[in-house]
Antibody, heavy 118, light 108 residues
């Protein structure tokens, strides 16, 4: 079955960097775009970034442009989110999600919590 | 950028009652690319509806979606105990994607 498993979250100081990973299984990884979506504590869902199936195209929400980089390793069935210059307002659970052939998110991981605090 | 506004913020109902959740978009949602997700505490969102009105695989028929353009509705015909959760609408027709702020369906 389709599985997305995030890792790499934790406590980090403001201004520092962190890299999240999302390991996929149960489907043809190279066929699908993958996204990161975040959710601050007690708040709603917020789209962060997407990488195309081949890794050649990336798009970002304005609030992370220039600070976050999404990438994928199709040999490892893994998508990454490199986060730098972290701010307290980046504190959230970060989910990866698969975009299917009809453009909506059909599978989500369970999320990994990032806490930005001194 | 499309902004989605959900109403009400909280819906207090009893099991067996009908729930009607609204999602209004600031611009027309192209090709009715509007989805609804259910989220329970500590869990990932679960897809309920895509294409404004198509139920996802395995979703009970008490869940239905309707609407087009800028106004969309999620209806739960008879609330079951497991339906008390937060519901989000999501537009995926234009970049950047957007989510509504959520409607919490709570037990009255």
């Amino acid at each position: 079955q389709v599985q997305l498993v995030e890792s790499g979250g934790g406590l980090v100081q403001p201004g520092r960097s962190l890299r999240l990973s999302c390991a996929a299984s149960g489907f043809s990884f190279t066929t699908y775009p993958l996204h990161w979506v975040r959710q601050a504590p007690g708040k709603g869902l917020e789209w962060v970034a997407v990488v195309s199936y081949d890794g050649r195209n990336e798009y970002y929400a304005d609030f992370v442009k220039g600070r976050f980089t999404i990438s994928r390793d199709n040999s490892r069935d893994t998508v990454y989110l490199q986060m730098s210059s972290l701010r307290p307002e980046d504190t959230a659970v970060y989910f990866c999600a698969r975009e299917n052939d009809f453009y909506f998110f059909d599978y989500w991981g369970q999320g990994t919590l990032v806490t930005v605090s001194s | 950028e499309i902004v989605l506004t959900q109403s009400p913020g909280t819906l207090s109902l009893s099991p067996g009652e009908r729930a009607t959740l609204s999602c209004r978009a600031s611009q027309s949602v192209s090709s009715n690319h509007l989805a609804w997700y259910q989220q329970k505490a500590g869990q990932a969102p679960r897809l309920l509806i895509h294409g404004a009105s198509s139920r996802a695989t395995g979703i009970p028929d008490r869940f239905s979606g309707s609407g087009s353009g800028t106004d969309f509705t999620l209806t739960i015909s008879r609330l079951e105990p497991e339906d008390f959760a937060v519901y989000y609408c999501h537009q995926y027709g234009r970049s950047p994607r957007a989510f509504g702020q959520g409607t919490k369906v709570e037990i009255k």
